[in-house]
Nanobody
Framework: QVQLVESGGGLVQAGGSLRLSCAAS????????MGWFRQAPGKEREFVAA????????YYADSVKGRFTISRDISQSTVNLQVNSLKPEDTARYYC????????????????WGQGTQVTVSS
């Protein structure tokens, strides 16, 4: 079956970096957009970044532009999120997701989800 498995989260000090990875399996994703979302306790799940699988076009939330970089490795079937200059407000559970079709920035438009990986940024 289709599966997304995230890894790479952890505890880091403000200003630090992490590399989140999402291993995608179970189908080909040529016509898909892959997204990263995050959710902090008591808050709604919010868009972070997305990338089209075939063309590699990227999209970012304003809050992470210039600090986060999304990429995909087609040969490894992974989607990566390099997160730099982390701030305490970046603390959240980060989820990898997929939708068939064009980019959308609402979590409601994505129908394949991983279990998430926790990122905690200390001040």
């Amino acid at each position: 079956q289709v599966q997304l498995v995230e890894s790479g989260g952890g505890l880091v000090q403000a200003g630090g970096s992490l590399r989140l990875s999402c291993a995608a399996s179970g189908r080909t994703f040529d016509s898909y957009t892959m997204g990263w979302f995050r959710q902090a306790p008591g808050k709604e799940r919010e868009f972070v970044a997305a990338i089209t699988w075939s063309g590699g076009t990227t999209y970012y939330a304003d809050s992470v532009k210039g600090r986060f970089t999304i990429s995909r490795d087609i040969s490894q079937s992974t989607v990566n999120l390099q997160v730099n200059s982390l701030k305490p407000e970046d603390t959240a559970r980060y989820y990898c997701s997929a939708r068939r079709g064009w980019y959308r920035n609402s979590w409601k438009d994505y129908d394949i989800w991983g279990q998430g990986t926790q990122v905690t940024v200390s001040s």
